[in-house]
């Protein structure tokens, strides 16, 4: 008798391919105060976070795993005082290095030292394109002024730099700046995307959902500047779920190219998984990186395509989008196993668009601040 968990057993007929990333959080502590922070609802503390030698061995772990790339996030990973040691660390293993940050710490002398330890890139989130609203945002006196600056220290110390432009409905009419603050910051590339409703986010949706006509409206912006700024600025363009007909292969499919590790060193299949209650997260205060991506329950229970329900199950495009997300299932339908709302075939699609419809009409104006300490 076969006594494994069914995603165990679907993992011994199908080992998954090595990662291709790890996202680092190094920390949830983080001076801005954003209305739509990706960080879970409950939070890790700085009591909490791994120590500078767990750290490096779970870098040295990912690259033995056969990840290439290294993200280092937050929260903002620059209140750390040791990731200058730990980006050296990640580059003396073979893996190309991201700093995700907002950048309100970066001065000269950080961005030297980052910058001699190895770092290949850095993505800077911008909130406008112009200090008040941008600053109203992020719920922090001179962020933008701040951010404006490391960008320049980023491109002067010869770093590639993206910008993150978080969008939503409060800010979509600077859609057209915020292209050129990204050019005449001498960003390579600028991820032009839309606020995601799950975790904080949720709590603000009503303030932040666009209009469909705003969605469309930026979406003609975007395809408008790919055809000018083609070789000068590369466009990525992620669009609300809630106007979309088919969706997003999340994070490249579940457990498929990427995991992520929190402070206190939970092990993650996407950044927004804790939401998904039942599931038992390991930690590599556990077992080794290996372990849990090869066969953690938690990462087996949606990895592949044998988990589906219908009509997901056998649809073309099901090593497509691979099932889509499943934070925002169990969010709209109670359901994680549920077809993704974003999916028009999804007998629930007609609610997320009647959500969709409904709050961006009403127009709620006050947000609920993120208060990280």
């Known amino acids: 008798m076969n006594d494994l968990a069914p995603a165990t057993v679907n993992a011994a007929r199908h080992a998954p391919a090595p990662p291709l990333a790890m996202l680092m959080e190094l920390t949830h502590r983080c001076p801005l105060k954003c209305p739509y922070c990706s960080n879970p609802l409950a939070m890790d503390r700085a009591r909490d976070e791994m120590s500078t030698e767990t750290w490096k061995r779970v870098i040295s772990e990912a690259a033995a795993l056969g990840a290439l790339q290294g993200h280092f996030s937050g929260g903002?990973?620059?209140v750390r005082d040791d990731l200058v040691e730990l980006v050296r660390h990640a580059h003396r293993e073979g893996l190309y290095t991201n700093l995700i940050t907002?950048?309100?710490l970066l001065d000269k002398r950080r961005m030297d030292e980052l910058a001699e330890a190895g770092l290949d890139h850095v993505q800077i989130s911008f909130q406008g394109s112009?200090?008040?609203?941008a600053d109203h945002i992020a719920g922090l006196r001179h962020a933008h002024v701040k951010k404006l600056a490391a960008a320049r220290l980023v491109r002067g110390a010869g770093l590639a730099l993206t910008v993150n432009a978080v969008m939503h409905r409060r800010n979509?009419?600077?859609l057209p700046a915020m292209l050129d603050l990204a050019v005449e910051a001498g960003a390579q590339r600028i991820e032009v995307a839309h606020v995601q409703?799950?975790?904080w986010a949720l709590k603000?949706?009503?303030a932040l959902i666009p209009t469909r006509a705003q969605l469309d409206e930026a979406t003609r912006i975007v395809e408008v500047a790919r055809q000018k700024l083609e070789g000068v600025l590369n466009i990525d363009y992620v669009v609300p779920d809630y106007y979309a007909s088919r969706p997003k292969a999340c994070m490249g499919g579940w457990a498929r190219r990427f995991f992520n590790v929190?402070?206190?060193g939970k092990v993650l299949p996407c950044h927004a998984a804790e939401t998904i209650g039942h599931l038992h997260f390991d930690t590599v205060q556990e077992k080794s990186l290996a372990e849990i991506w090869a066969h953690s329950e938690a990462f087996n229970v949606y990895r592949g395509t044998e988990?589906?329900?219908e009509p997901c199950k056998g649809c073309d495009r099901a090593e497509i989008d691979w099932g889509g997300c499943r934070c925002q299932a169990l969010a709209l339908t109670g359901d994680a196993a549920a077809t993704d709302p974003a999916c028009g075939l999804s007998p629930h699609h007609a609610m997320m668009k009647e959500l969709a419809v409904a709050e961006s009409a009403a127009g709620a104006e006050d947000f609920a601040y993120r208060m990280i300490s």
């Open 307 to 309: 988990w589906m329900p």
């Open 172 to 174: 979509l009419h600077q």
């Open 262 to 264: 929190t402070p206190s």
């Open 76 to 78: 903002e990973p620059m």
């Open 130 to 133: 112009e200090t008040a609203l």
């Open 102 to 104: 907002s950048a309100v």
């Open 204 to 206: 603000n949706r009503a």
């Open 197 to 199: 409703y799950y975790g």
